[in-house]
């Protein structure tokens, strides 16, 4: 299997999700009842996107790449790399490798899930039959912007890998893992409620990326 350390022959930059472009960046905005917008805190950072997510409401979240989507398939190496801060220790699942479909459309509901809960930064590998394998986690520090870097090998079979790199620090790396769904699979980054609808959450993300390697996001 191709590590994804090494560099395929023809690195590129697949879409580029700045914030001066707005909203439609991501293919759609999956956030009812919340906020998602650009930001700006006027401190020489620039923009970037703010999703609200009040209690009672499920999620507040960028779904997808406008115009990317047909880089998503099975049997790629594909790197996702963007800036993250949430105003509490505890912002749920701040990412998903979504699948496609619902209920028995697909084997794997979200392969992959990254989490911010009680000050600890968590990645999750979700295998079929909601077998869930917490692969990485690490410190976290609200209200302090952190790089994430999120490397896929796409497998529908059980040959994929996951590498993820909190400010520069591999956290996770797995091999021997099914990353590429029946209907296949999208990101998506905010907030999603993880189990806890209760529970308000309010998450930052700046300068999404997706490319064929690390250094595409870095």
Known sequence: MTLLTASPAHAAVLWDGNADKGTGVFAAILCPGGVARVKNWGEGHG??????????????????????????????????????????????????????????????????????????????????????????????????????????????????????????????????VRTWDDRGNKPRWGTYRGGWTEVSSQVWVDDPKMGTSRADVD
């Open 47 to 176: 923009n970037f996107f703010e999703f609200h997510k009040p209690a009672g409401v499920d999620r507040c979240e960028g779904h997808s790449m406008a115009g990317a989507e047909g880089h998503l398939a099975d049997n790629k190496t594909l790197w996702f790399g963007w800036s993250l801060a949430t105003k509490t220790g505890t912002a749920q699942a701040v990412f998903q490798w979504k699948s496609n479909g619902t209920n028995d459309q697909h084997q794997q509901n979200y392969p992959v899930l990254l989490f911010v809960e009680n000050g600890r930064f968590k990645v999750w590998y979700v295998a079929p039959g909601e077998q869930w394998h917490l692969i990485g986690t690490a410190a976290w520090s609200a209200d302090s912007w952190h790089k994430i870097e999120l490397g896929l090998t796409t497998r529908s079979d059980d040959t994929g890998s996951i590498q993820v790199y909190k400010d520069g620090s591999l956290i996770a790396s797995r091999t021997g």
